[in-house]
């Protein structure tokens, strides 16, 4: 079984400054990582996510996420935040093998203020 | 795109009530998921079904059963409504039931209210 832990239910920020979301991870077995995004009123849309290969992944908009496996995270970065990035992040893991589903983290409000 | 469609985006139901929360997904996924969300909980998987007629526990099965007879279709079925159930609903879909995982497609999800 695995396990998601997001240190911070919430993170508040000014605009164009930098920002990290934490996440770590528990499993026994090798995994896939996700950061998901939902903005108010809506469902989930994939921001960015680590399989294989090059550990540092980014997004479109600006995010990356960097998965260390020595110290089981897959922290959030962007090093400078729009107001329009107001939403909840989450994190999520994915065993390899098995059946495939997703477990989430708790989630993180980020609150961008100008 | 692939597109999960939620029959309701809000629901009040009463308690005792039985309720269906319909699912439909239009992209030959072969994996559907149902998702419980709340304040500081985060997601939590009630069940899945990997195919037409499967269905695999989650970590909060309780109070809740599922159904597909179709592979486009999964409904989640509250078979006698509680309070505690109250809550965000969300339907999910992805590509394979086993092998790489890629990604998760979300529906907007239910907003279920039991008075």
């Known amino acids: 079984a695995q396990s998601v832990t997001q240190l911070d239910s919430q993170v508040p920020v000014f605009e164009e400054a930098p920002v990290e979301l934490r996440c770590n991870y528990s499993s026994s077995v090798s995994v896939y990582l996700f950061w998901y995004v939902q903005y108010p009123n809506q469902g989930l849309q994939l921001l960015l996510k680590y399989l294989s290969g090059s550990t540092l992944v980014e997004s479109i908009n600006g995010f990356e996420a960097e998965f260390n496996k020595s110290q089981t995270s897959f922290h959030l970065r962007k090093p400078s935040v729009h107001i329009s990035d107001t939403a909840e992040y989450f994190c999520a893991v994915s065993d390899i093998g098995g059946y495939s589903t997703l477990t989430f983290g708790k989630g993180t409000m980020l609150l961008v203020s100008p | 795109d692939v597109k999960v469609t939620q029959s309701s985006r809000y629901l009040v139901k009463r308690t005792g009530e039985k309720v269906f929360l319909e699912c439909v997904q239009d992209m030959d996924h072969e994996n559907m998921f149902w998702y419980r969300q709340d304040p500081g909980l985060g997601l939590r998987l009630i069940y899945f079904s990997y195919d037409v007629k499967m269905k695999e526990k989650g970590d909060i099965p309780e109070g809740y059963s599922v159904s597909r007879e179709k592979k486009e279709r999964f409904s989640l079925i509250l078979e006698s409504a509680s309070t505690n159930q109250t809550s965000m609903y969300l339907c999910?879909?992805?590509?394979?039931?086993?092998?790489?995982?890629?990604?998760?497609?979300f529906g907007q999800g239910t907003r279920l209210t039991v008075v």
């Open positions: 999910a879909s992805s590509l394979y039931s086993r092998g790489p995982f890629t990604e998760a497609f």
